[in-house]
């Protein structure tokens, strides 16, 4: 059996056709279905559903032997015991720097003032603001971060960003980009040596169908 973790919504619906390319077909819709463990047209192939967040953590722990996570999610949860052989280009988006478009960004930092920032992403941001030398308090959230600025919680953010449409809708500039972002196939590494086969299978046809892109 090989277990597949993917979190609901965009990484689902962009791992589908490279699935759908190995000849992998989910019989069981995530949106409509209760199912966290779909089945698969393939009878040795299950697909389970967990929290973008939590989808390393399952393969790490061999809870599932291979899933598709954002370089974001990566980069907070360390990579420890995950082989990564894939960059699959999918979800992409970048990761950036955000501010009231009130607030004057560049001159907080050329003063060295001490900043105050709100993130998801406290490693990612820990690291960007040391490389640039500029001190910074972090505030850790989980969700709504455009929030933190506009409540008066911190002078800026560090924030997923693909239209902009969710910054411009809350008064906010993006000032700095710190990546760009996509999803990577993770693959727990015991499992890539007891179903060697199947795997490396896998990891060839998503591979040739992302170089195709
Ligand atoms: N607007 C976006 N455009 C493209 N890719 C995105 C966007 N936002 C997030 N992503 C990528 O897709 C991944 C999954 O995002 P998704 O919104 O499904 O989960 P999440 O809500 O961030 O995670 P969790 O539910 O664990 O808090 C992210 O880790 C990121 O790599
Ligand atoms: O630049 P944009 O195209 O507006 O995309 C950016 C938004 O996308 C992500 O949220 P998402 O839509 O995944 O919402 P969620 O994380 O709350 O599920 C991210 O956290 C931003 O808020």
Same mark, same amino acid.
């Given at each position: 059996?090989?277990?597949?973790?993917?979190?609901?919504?965009?990484?689902?619906d962009?791992?589908?056709?490279? *699935?759908?390319?190995?000849?992998?077909?989910?019989?069981?819709?995530?949106? +409509?279905?209760?199912k %966290?463990?779909l !089945?698969?047209?393939?009878?040795?192939?299950?697909?389970? =559903?967990?929290?973008?967040t939590?989808? !390393?953590?399952?393969?790490? /722990? $061999?809870?599932?032997? =291979? $899933?598709?996570?954002?370089?974001d999610?990566?980069?907070?949860? $360390?990579?420890?015991? *995950?082989y990564? !052989?894939l960059?699959?280009?999918i979800?992409?988006?970048?990761m950036?720097?955000?501010? &009231?478009?009130?607030? #004057?960004?560049?001159?907080?930092v050329?003063? $060295?003032?001490?900043?105050?920032?709100?993130t998801? /992403?406290? +490693?990612?941001?820990?690291?960007?603001?040391?490389?640039?030398?500029?001190?910074?308090?972090?505030?850790?959230?989980?969700g709504?971060?455009? =929030?933190?600025?506009?409540?008066?919680?911190?002078?800026?953010?560090?924030? %997923?960003?693909?239209?902009?449409? +969710? @910054? &411009?809708?809350?008064? *906010?500039v993006?000032?700095?980009?710190i990546? #760009?972002?996509?999803?990577? @196939?993770?693959v727990?590494?015991a499992?890539l040596?007891?179903? &060697?086969?199947?795997?490396r299978? %896998?990891?060839?046809?998503?591979?040739t169908?992302?170089?195709? &892109?």
């Amino acid at each position: 059996m090989i277990t597949l973790a993917l979190s609901k919504g965009r990484i689902f619906d962009e791992t589908l056709p490279l *699935l759908q390319a190995a000849g992998i077909e989910v019989t069981e819709d995530p949106e +409509t279905s209760r199912k %966290l463990i779909l !089945p698969t047209n393939r009878p040795e192939v299950r697909v389970v =559903l967990v929290r973008a967040t939590d989808v !390393p953590t399952y393969v790490q /722990y $061999g809870g599932a032997d =291979l $899933g598709v996570a954002g370089k974001d999610v990566l980069l907070e949860h $360390g990579g420890q015991g *995950l082989y990564q !052989p894939l960059d699959l280009r999918i979800a992409k988006c970048r990761m950036s720097v955000a501010v &009231r478009a009130d607030f #004057d960004y560049a001159a907080a930092v050329k003063q $060295g003032s001490r900043l105050r920032v709100a993130t998801k /992403y406290t +490693t990612v941001a820990r690291q960007h603001f040391a490389d640039k030398g500029v001190h910074v308090d972090l505030i850790k959230l989980y969700g709504s971060m455009e =929030l933190a600025p506009l409540t008066g919680l911190a002078d800026a953010i560090v924030d %997923l960003v693909s239209t902009g449409g +969710t @910054l &411009r809708a809350n008064n *906010l500039v993006e000032v700095e980009k710190i990546m #760009d972002i996509s999803s990577r @196939l993770v693959v727990n590494q015991a499992a890539l040596k007891v179903k &060697r086969e199947p795997i490396r299978r %896998l990891i060839e046809i998503f591979s040739t169908v992302t170089q195709k &892109r």
